[in-house]
């Protein structure tokens, strides 16, 4: 239940607790994330920092708790009390000292599970092959039919395969659907590390401690994982791919947005037009329709031409080169509709005028004066 409610979470608990904590994150911490309107420049760099914080916060915490949790029963070295280099010695004395306390004869029926389990895990990590099996396919090498090592690899390997066919499936169909193309390169990279790392730690016959070494001590107070068998460190390495892989895709949505498509351009084209068409038609209802309610046909023909000489006029003064200007101005100052109208009416008696005065033919030039010449 838990692995599939964690992806859920992460679809969109980080984005709600981003624009929860940055009005204070903006409040108490001014120098880092300063005051500014939502959709500026400034508000998307503190939300994107601030999502980073969060994202990074998250993938600690679920580290954390994935790192705590395990089950004991599968853990047959945490079930005997001894660590994952022991030697035959050393399970001999611990399986005898559980023997004790929880053999039915000795505490009672009611413990007869837990002394099933005990030796189940003895009798395993006492045979050489299962315990190198058990090391790095974990407890479900009981079910399986083999009798050497290479046997226990390669069905190991064949159960294996099915986390990466799944992951490789899911990587290859968001390249074909074009989604998440910005976080492509590091999610394959990702899945490269994890998939080396994995045939290391089944192939070879060291784990992290191994490879550590000395450091290995120091270091396992601090990832307890370095200290676990090979199996609870690849599953591990599953879950950390999981969940980097999803911090990747969340982060890259908010620091690498993805361009607009021809789709969504074509959407907002269509969606223009409907405006306009929108625009028209209530245009058309509150001029047209309020002048056919008159009733009489004339009037409305007489209406409807001195409104559309209205237009005419307006728009051949809007047009013209010197006085565009000065029409733009006037309109930026709140005059009532009927100094508007005057102010049209003035025009149209102005233009009336001179394309009379250009029919008007002008008058002869008088005769040349005559020209006196000296006797």
């Not at 492509?184 to 089944?202: A, D, K």
Request: aromatic letters at 10%.
């Amino acid at each position: 239940m838990s692995s599939l409610l964690s992806p859920l979470l992460w679809s969109f608990l980080p984005a709600q607790i981003t624009h929860q904590i940055l009005p204070y994150l903006t409040q108490f911490v001014p120098a880092i994330f300063p005051a500014a309107p939502r959709g500026s420049p400034t508000y998307i760099r503190n939300y994107r920092i601030a999502f980073t914080g969060v994202i990074c916060t998250y993938l600690a915490y679920t580290f954390y708790t994935n790192e705590k949790d395990k089950n004991i029963r599968e853990d047959f070295y945490g079930l005997l009390g001894v660590s994952t280099d022991v030697d035959e010695d050393g399970l001999k004395k611990a399986y005898r000292n559980l023997s004790r306390l929880y053999h039915p004869d000795r505490a009672g029926s009611g413990n007869d599970e837990i002394f099933i389990l005990i030796r189940r895990a003895y009798e395993t990590l006492s045979d050489p092959v299962k315990r190198y099996a058990y090391d790095r396919f974990g407890p479900k090498i009981l079910d399986w039919k083999s009798a050497s090592v290479r046997e226990y690899i390669i069905t190991g390997l064949n159960h294996s395969i099915g986390f990466y066919l799944v992951s490789g499936g899911f990587m290859l169909l968001l390249s074909l659907l074009g989604k998440a193309r910005e976080g492509s390169y590091w999610r394959h990279t990702l899945f490269c590390v994890l998939l080396l790392l994995e045939l290391n730690l089944i192939l070879s016959s060291s784990s992290f401690s191994d490879v550590f070494g000395r450091s290995a001590s120091i270091l396992g107070y601090i990832f307890r994982i370095l200290k676990e068998p090979q199996f609870i460190q690849i599953s591990f390495l599953h879950h950390i791919f999981t969940t980097i892989s999803i911090a990747i895709n969340q982060l890259t949505s908010v620091w690498c947005p993805s361009p607009p498509s021809r789709e969504d351009e074509w959407l907002k084209v269509l969606n223009m037009s409907k405006q306009l068409e929108m625009e028209s038609i209530s245009s058309f209802q509150s001029e047209v329709v309020s002048l056919m309610s008159t009733g009489d046909p004339k009037n409305i023909e007489n209406l409807i031409q001195h409104n559309m000489q209205d237009i005419l006029v307006e728009r051949s003064i809007s047009s013209h080169p010197q006085i565009r200007q000065a029409y733009q101005e006037a309109l930026m100052k709140p005059i009532s509709r009927v100094l508007r109208t005057q102010t049209l009416n003035q025009s149209r008696a102005a233009l009336q005028q001179l394309e009379l005065a250009r029919h008007i033919p002008l008058p002869l030039s008088p005769p040349p004066s005559p020209t006196i010449r000296p006797n």
